[in-house]
């Protein structure tokens, strides 16, 4: 009788294999671990990294409620990027708005298009049938629904705003490859001049970052655009000649604003004498009139008077009045039409040189100083209420006693001739006022009897 197969030797040779393949399938999941630890590892710190350069840390209060503002505008470069730079229909938006309608019409980028002298510029330029383009990252500032009805004016006329910030490098690449800009018209900017004392990075990464950023772009594009900017009469600062002339000393800034905008000149001269940018620099003198900025005193003047509230009326410490070359909305656009239309072209190409280039700064002014209260004595007149009125000294944050603009050499170069007087003007500014704010009777009556 044969013997049974011995199978220990198979059993056990099954089970050594058995044991292997639990060992090797141990090792393999151990060296999947690692590897997934250590790619976490990786991208925690890569996400370390960029947050460290993005949200450097905060000393105080003070400083963490102005890089708040910056945590903001990065968000915004990320979301304006990613979101409102890409898609067909969009790119159909920006080449529909920036196309001209007239044969040789410009193509304009207006930055700070929601603004104030953005809204009204973008306007005219449409309405004489050039293309525009708005750049805009609506800010708080000061009240952004007061911008957005300002958009909500544009898009009726056709005119597309871009919402994105002057630092967001990504997204004016962008720009400037679906539109061949003939010209830009810089008005974004941190605007006010007591502002600065509590927030003065804004005033640097809007007012000079931003500018510089602006200007990388524009000296690299082909063609490269010529370029109108808002400067300020600020610059004049500690300055005691009158009328102000561009001739004149202004390297005695007396506010931060001041600087940045001062800054922002001689930064324009860089650019123009290294790259060949066609560059000119244009002074506003205390712009006023519909769809004014709340911050200006005539137009916070008119709300607090409307609401029983005392204003504050400045005299210097000499005890002087102060006063300001009020300039009327209209007669600046006229100036910045008139600076575009005399504009010549860039020389540069592809960010190199190739010739000299016009370099140009220009007083925006009405040339008639009126007092700040003969300013209160014609809102009183049209508001028909007597203002509550609390004289005291001028603070020392910046601001300057007297601005009185000599324009002629805008009047030789491009015909610049200011004819709104402050009466007529802040007739047209109530008027607005009332309407956008729906306030009725006692208003309507005395811009009636000032007629």
Known sequence: MASPPDTSKTTKLERYNSYIRKVNSSKLLAASSKLLFRLTLLVTLVLIFFFILNYPPLSDTAAAAAASNHRVLATSHLLSSAFYGSGASWEKEVRRSSTPRKPNGFSVLVTGAGGFVGTHSSLALKKRGDGVLGLDNFNSYYDPSLKRARQKVLKQHEIFIVEGDLNDGELLAKLFDIVPFTHILHLAAQAGVRYAMQNPQSYVSSNIAGFVNLLEIAKNADPQPSIVWASSSSVYGLNTENPFSESHRTDQPASLYAATKKAGEEIAHTYNHIYGLSITGLRFFTVYGPWGRPDMAYFFF????????????????????????????????????GALDTAEKSTGKGGKKRGPAQLRIYNLGNTSPVSVGKLVSILESLLNVKAKKHVI???????????????????????????????????????????????????????????
């Open 393 to 451: 000294k001028m603070p020392r944050n910046g601001d300057v006693p007297y601005t009185h603009a000599n324009v002629s050499l805008a009047f030789r170069d491009f015909g610049y001739k200011p004819s709104t007087d402050l009466s007529t003007g802040l007739r047209k500014f109530v008027k607005w006022y009332v309407s956008y704010y729906g306030i009725k009777p006692r208003v309507e009556k005395g811009i009636t009897e000032s007629n």
């Open 302 to 337: 008119t709300k607090d008077i409307l609401q029983g509230k005392s204003i504050n009326v400045y005299q210097t410490h000499d005890e002087k009045e102060v006063a300001r070359d009020f300039t009327y909305i209209d007669d600046i656009v006229k100036g910045c039409l």
